[in-house]
């Protein structure tokens, strides 16, 4: 047994209650961000590791991986090893590697800022020149590849893009709805996520403050409050 499985080993010693130590398999793997995984097959446990984090500390492995037997088994994770590793993926030389590892190995599905009902680069100068003295430099505008009602929109930074669900591209949604989301989506350019106390914090006070500036918020809230109940109707099967 490798050191990464007697870390592992150890997980389930503290973790698994009177369970039987199973044989597990640790490795790296070149995981496009920092992405980890635990599996069982055949009673044999399989753990990939994101090679982002072959050269952490051991304090740091052990961390993890009583973090991945926490998440196999059901159980809380011990606060000690919460913290460690949580520290340590926030770090700016993990989160560097991270944003890296996903640009070079990751893969972002574009289709076209022309929708069949409305245009998002035409949208975008609107709001930049109105909301933002037009110095927001132009990210790459697409509309989602299905409809999607869990999420509207979605900026990403690593690939510079703003994806906006296709649910939105229709004439029975107004235009200033999608220029709300839109604008959601510009807010995040304009405001860095935060880190307080180990978390991240994107919808910081700067970020609602100027989300309110837009004239139709309240009336945006309510077709906000009407795509949840959508979500929460039952579906036909």
Same mark, same amino acid.
Request: with cysteine; hydrophobic share 35%; proline share 4%.
């Given at each position: ?35 980890? %995984? @635990?599996?069982?097959?055949?009673? $044999? #446990? *399989? ?9 952490? =500390?051991?304090? !740091? ?88 009602? %869990? @999420?509207?929109?979605?900026?990403? $930074? #690593? *690939? ?9 591209? =229709?004439?029975? !949604? ?64």
């Amino acid at each position: 047994m490798n050191d990464l499985s007697k870390y592992f080993a150890d997980a389930f010693r503290h973790l698994g209650g009177n369970r039987n130590i199973p044989a597990i398999e640790v490795r790296f793997y070149p995981y496009a961000g920092l992405h980890h %995984t @635990i599996r069982v097959r055949s009673g $044999r #446990v *399989y753990v990939r590791l994101s090679d982002i984090c072959n050269t952490g =500390s051991q304090d !740091v492995l052990r961390a993890l991986a009583f973090v991945l037997v926490a998440r196999l088994l059901g159980k809380r994770v011990p606060d000690v090893h919460d913290r460690v590793y949580r520290d340590y993926s926030l770090t700016p030389e993990v989160r560097r590697a991270a944003d890296i590892a996903r640009r070079r190995r990751g893969r972002k599905r574009i289709s076209s800022a022309q929708g069949v009902t409305y245009e998002l680069d035409r949208l975008f100068s609107r709001l930049n020149k109105k909301f933002f003295d037009g110095v927001l430099e132009k990210p790459t505008l697409t509309w989602s590849q299905r409809k999607t009602r %869990t @999420i509207l929109g979605h900026h990403d $930074r #690593v *690939y510079e893009t703003i994806t906006i669900s296709k649910t939105l591209d =229709s004439p029975e !949604v107004p235009e200033w709805f999608v220029e709300y989301i839109l604008y959601h989506e510009m807010l995040h350019m304009k405001h860095a996520a935060r880190f307080i106390n180990g978390r991240r914090y994107y919808h910081t006070a700067a970020f609602r403050q100027d989300e309110r500036r837009f004239p139709q918020y309240n009336e945006a809230q309510r077709w906000l409050e009407r795509f949840a109940r959508r979500r929460r109707m039952p579906r036909a099967a």
